[in-house]
């Protein structure tokens, strides 16, 4: 073999063993980057796993929290759970409405006379003296003339009952909405409470949708000025306020309360200021009575003299009737209302509505507390004091009831149990001799219990520190 074949060889020899080991190296490259790649793989896997993991035990332990016996207990008892309750109740009586009218039927009372009344004004009479229904003269306001002229459209001139009803349920779920935000916001009340203002008062369903009496339209509507009051949009709430005065006078009993609530958080101007927006709307909505007979629509629709019938009395049914018509029996009433609402302003509201006033600028919602029982213990002095109570007045303070006893320091069962009473006195048809007495029993003792748990300084300045500290 000559040298040059020889060398040839030998290249070839150091080639091939060159392209072996490019190609081991490839390989152990090949595989150690599979192996970086499986072991990313396996990384990114196992992260994904513990994300899931980590998901489905938060699931776990949500689901575990959520029919545990503490949250069972947080949604019966704490007020923080109101929210969930309220909601649920509120689709409740959606359907527990649509049931009633569907299945009971219903009453004629006063519908026809609304509409009789008002059909008077659209056919061009503004003489309040002259507008009537088949129960007598018109004694309402202005506002009650318009809200009532817009149904008597709607339900093709008062003829169409089934679908009034409907439109009442309306304005029944749109007072519970407002009456829960009063309840949530304020934080006073327990959860289970909502048992009792939805679904264990038949009087208070009859009197929206079997009814349709008046009473809703005002108490909606103030209820309505409350909430505006609380987030401080007083103007606003002083046209509600006022428009609901004009739908039934009722809704004056609060007017002590609000007049304080106005000084004491607006200062002198500023009252003046809202009082003028009250006037205002009156004026305005009564203009065309006033043009054509001032004194016929003031004596008519603002008549704080007027005698009621003793056959629908629920609170005096145990006096005989020539007591139940003297007027010594109504200067009495009249006076003892007043000496209680000087009694109370000067002992309870003026200590929380000055701190109210003070804590406007706080964030914080329970301090609406010290504004609301004010409002409902004015309203319910009045309603203590009144000549007389017909069943459809039971809407007047209805919703305030559970919230006056949970400011009062009475034991829970004794709270439910006046509940429980009030309910039965008023369910009571046609009233006796004890359920008046019975229900003034029941009130008598709400009322001491209140003016029992009067704020001293030491009180007031204990709860507005935590307020502040709170918020």
Known sequence: MSPKDKKGKKKYFVDN??????????????????????????????????????????????????????????LIFNPLY????????????????????????????????????????????????????????????????????????????????YLAQYIFAGIYLLTLALVFRIYYKSKKLPPYILIFTCCLSYRIHSIFVLRLFNDPVSVVIFYGALNCFMNGWWSIGSLLYSLAVSVKMNILLYAPALLMSYLYCLGILGTLKQIAICGFLQVLLAAPFLIENPVGYITQSFNLGRVFLYEWTVNWRFLPEEIFVHRGLHVGLLTAHLVVLAI?????????????????????????????????????????????????????????????????????????????????????????????????????????????????TEKVQAVRKRLIKGD
């Open 82 to 161: 109101f929210s969930i309750g309220a909601c649920a109740f509120l689709l409740f009586d959606a359907l527990l409405n649509v049931f009633i009218i569907e299945n009971v039927k219903y009453t004629e009372i006063d519908w026809i006379a609304y509409m009789q009344e008002v059909e008077g004004f659209l056919n061009g009479t503004t003489d309040y003296l002259r507008l009537r229904g088949n129960t007598g003269p018109l004694v309402y306001p202005a506002g009650f003339v318009y809200i009532f002229s817009l149904l008597y459209y709607i339900t093709n001139k008062g003829t169409s009952i």
């Open 344 to 456: 109370f302003a000067y002992t309870h509201w003026r200590q929380y509505l000055i701190h109210y006033g003070s804590l406007q600028d706080t964030k914080l919602d329970v301090k609406c507390q010290l504004l609301l029982q004010p409002m409902f213990m004015s309203n319910f002095v009045g309603i203590v004091f009144c000549r007389s109570l017909h069943y459809q007045f039971y809407i007047w303070y209805y919703h305030t009831i559970p919230y006056l006893l949970w400011c009062t320091t009475l034991s829970i069962p004794s709270r439910l149990l006046l509940l429980g009473l009030i309910e039965l006195c008023w369910n009571t048809f046609p009233s006796t001799w004890w359920s008046s007495i019975l229900l003034h029993l029941c009130h008598g003792i709400i009322l001491f219990a209140l003016f029992k748990n009067r704020p001293t």
């Open 17 to 74: 063993k060159a392209s072996k080991l490019s190609s081991d190296e490839k390989r152990i490259k090949s595989s150690k980057a599979k192996n970086e790649q499986m072991s990313k793989d396996d990384q990114k896997q196992s992260s994904n796993n513990e994300k899931n993991n980590i998901y489905f035990s938060n699931k776990i332990t949500f689901v575990k929290k959520l029919f545990s016996k503490k949250m069972l207990m947080d």
